[in-house]
T-cell receptor, first 109, second 115 residues
Framework: GQNIDQPTEMTATEGAIVQINCTYQTSGFNGLFWYQQHAGEAPTFLSY??LDGLEEKGRFSSFLSRSKGYSYLLLKELQMKDSASYLCAVLDSNYQLIWGAGTKLIIKP | GAVVSQHPSWVICKSGTSVKIECRSL??????MFWYRQFPKQSLMLMAT?????????EQGVEKDKFLINHASLTLSTLTVTSAHPEDSSFYIC???????????FGPGTRLTVT
């Protein structure tokens, strides 16, 4: 079966750095996405990785290792507004998006 | 770019009535549109995938006669919840992408409450 694993919940301090991991086992791979979803709102696109390595975009970076079936989202200089759920999703060989259950990130002052 | 709108943003209806939700890609042509449902504190659940001019593909367990999807153009898809019941109360979100390998961009969601 297809499976995406990410921690259910993480807590971090304002101004710090946090890394949210995602591991996947899917039938084929056509890219991995990270989305941010605030409570009561729809997800917003953060990043897309299809090749191995680190993609940096401001305070957010996303890393991919296809051989390990592993990705992480790195958030730097955390702000209170970063409190949200972070969803990892993988595009499989049929171009179907397989969603993780999401990681709820709690930022404390 | 890649803006998706949804209308209405919230709706309250009586049990037994039907509700139509519109999803539009505003600044791009969407090859595919997706409909999701999300219950409180749960993850997204894909209901169906639709391509313009063809029948939607429904996920297992989703009743196609209850959740009618019409993808009339490359920028518009509609979801009609027929004979709504309180258990259909949920957050309905659409998304669209420009190509198979591109990101899905989400509309703001529609919160449906059936009384």
């Amino acid at each position: 079966g297809q499976n995406i694993d990410q921690p259910t919940e993480m807590t971090a301090t304002e101004g710090a750095i946090v890394q949210i991991n995602c591991t996947y086992q899917t039938s084929g791979f056509n890219g991995l996405f990270w989305y941010q979803q605030h409570a009561g709102e729809a997800p917003t696109f953060l990043s897309y990785n299809v090749l191995d390595g680190l993609e940096e975009k401001g305070r957010f970076s996303s890393f991919l290792s296809r051989s390990k079936g592993y990705s992480y989202l790195l958030l730097k200089e955390l702000q209170m507004k970063d409190s949200a759920s972070y969803l990892c999703a993988v595009l499989d060989s049929n171009y179907q998006l397989i969603w993780g259950a999401g990681t709820k990130l709690i930022i404390k002052p | 770019g890649a803006v998706v709108s949804q209308h209405p943003s919230w709706v309250i209806c009586k049990s037994g009535t039907s509700v139509k939700i519109e999803c539009r890609s505003l600044d791009f042509q969407a090859t595919t549109m997706f409909w999701y449902r999300q219950f409180p504190k749960q993850s997204l659940m894909l209901m169906a995938t639709s391509n313009e001019g063809s029948k939607a593909t429904y996920e297992q367990g989703v009743e196609k006669d209850k959740f009618l999807i019409n993808h009339a153009s490359l920028t518009l898809s509609t979801l009609t919840v027929t004979s709504a019941h309180p258990e259909d109360s949920s957050f309905y979100i659409c998304s669209a992408n420009q190509a198979e390998s591109s990101a899905q961009y989400f509309g703001p969601g529609t919160r449906l409450t059936v009384t």
